[in-house]
């Protein structure tokens, strides 16, 4: 049994003047259902953190229990996949502020030694691994899952001047591929058409069957989340590399 959770926020800040409402607070609240152990509390904290996002609550309150869940364990890794799979039911607006808040409470800064730890310390989601398809990129680049349920979502980051080659997503029905830039700065372009600049926040939506490259900038790294549509028969043709 994990130690039991003493609450006096309320009695603190309205014992005074609300009583009965502290009491609910610190005495119900907090010292049964928190307590309550057929939920082990850093579930109940992964729920409380996506109930209060899912209402737009992105104040102190939230900021309280991002960080009671980090207190509980809930990892960086583990709060990134949850609110990215929260932001498909609440919003992507909901996400980015409840980012804002999950950063400051798991500044978690490793020692800078290279040019890939401090851009690491840089954005929210971690670099992972070296790319297992960079036989399809020129340059370095890494990959690193943050869900692989229901909705694939792998996070992509390319070192200054790397970009993958031309490819098409090819799918009988549905199918293509979303982009979510997360960090740094890098460009999309389809064949036929001029470059699109990626920023942070920056949102790609690519049709199955449009051939393109993404990649970064040649004085910056990028990274972006990489989530693929669901479609009938669907694959991925590499093709020539950019030039």
């Known amino acids: 049994m994990s130690e039991k959770i003493v609450q006096t926020a309320g009695r603190e800040q309205l014992g005074d003047f609300a009583p009965d409402f502290a009491h609910f607070n610190d005495d119900i609240l907090f010292g049964e259902n928190w307590n309550n152990q057929d939920i082990d509390v850093k579930i109940r904290s992964i729920i409380t953190v996506v109930a209060l996002m899912s209402q737009g609550i992105t104040d102190s309150s939230l900021k309280y229990h991002i960080l009671n869940a980090k207190n509980h364990g809930v990892t960086q890794k583990e709060m990134a996949a949850v609110i990215t799979h929260a932001a498909f039911y609440a919003g992507w607006p909901k996400a980015w502020a409840v980012f804002r808040l999950a950063k400051e409470v798991y ?39 943050v869900s692989q349920e229901q909705v694939p979502i792998f996070n992509v980051t390319f070192e200054p001047g790397c970009k993958n080659h031309w490819h098409i997503h090819h799918a009988k029905s549905g199918g293509g591929q979303l982009l979510i830039c997360v960090g740094g700065r890098g460009f999309y372009q389809e064949w036929g058409k001029e470059p699109v600049e990626m920023t942070p926040g920056t949102v790609i939506n690519i049709p199955a069957e449009v051939k393109h490259w993404h990649g970064a900038a040649d004085d910056s790294w990028f990274s972006h989340l990489a989530i693929e549509v669901g479609g009938e028969d669907t694959s991925t043709e590499w093709c020539e590399a950019v030039e």
């Open 107 to 145: 500044n978690e800064k490793i020692e800078e030694v290279t040019d890939k730890d401090t851009y690491q310390n840089s954005i929210f989601f971690p670099i992972g691994e070296p790319n297992p398809y960079g036989k399809f990129f020129e340059g370095q680049s890494y990959l690193a899952p």
